[in-house]
């Protein structure tokens, strides 16, 4: 149970800001209203749905912190997104999206790492 719970430990403290910069070199997402990064909210929400069965909807990106992942050349954004179930009840989640550049063609490759209730 511990190992389950670690990464999202971890996870959870890197998006809580020191000053400028978060634990393990997370960025604070600046503008959190940009459609890149609403984008990748709705992307989140989708491909959560896509692989649990769920019908959450997107509603909006809340907050959300970046970090360049050199291993796999991957932009990664921890996001806490506001959705709504089928029933309408409004929740909070997490979500670990990672992004990097396609071939050159200007296709991004992107792949949902997680997504949990919080």
Do not use: C
């Not at 511990?2 to 890197?14: A, G, Q, T």
């Not at 999206?97 to 396609?102: D, F, L, P, Q, S």
Request: overall charge negative; aromatic content about 12%; hydrophobic content about 35%.
């Amino acid at each position: 149970m511990f190992l389950i719970l670690l990464p999202l430990l971890l996870i959870s403290l890197s998006f809580q800001a020191t000053t400028t910069q978060l634990i393990g070199g997370w960025q604070p997402i600046e503008n959190i209203t940009d459609s890149h990064v609403q984008e990748l909210g709705n992307y989140a929400v989708s491909e959560h749905n896509r692989q649990s069965g769920d019908n959450l909807e997107f509603l909006y990106v809340m907050s959300g912190a970046t970090q360049f992942d050199e291993a796999t050349g991957s932009m990664k954004y921890g996001l806490d997104i506001e959705a709504r179930d089928a029933e309408g009840n409004v929740g909070h989640y997490r979500a670990l999206v990672y992004e990097r550049e396609g071939d050159g063609d200007g296709y991004r490759e992107r792949e949902l790492k997680f997504f949990n209730h919080v």
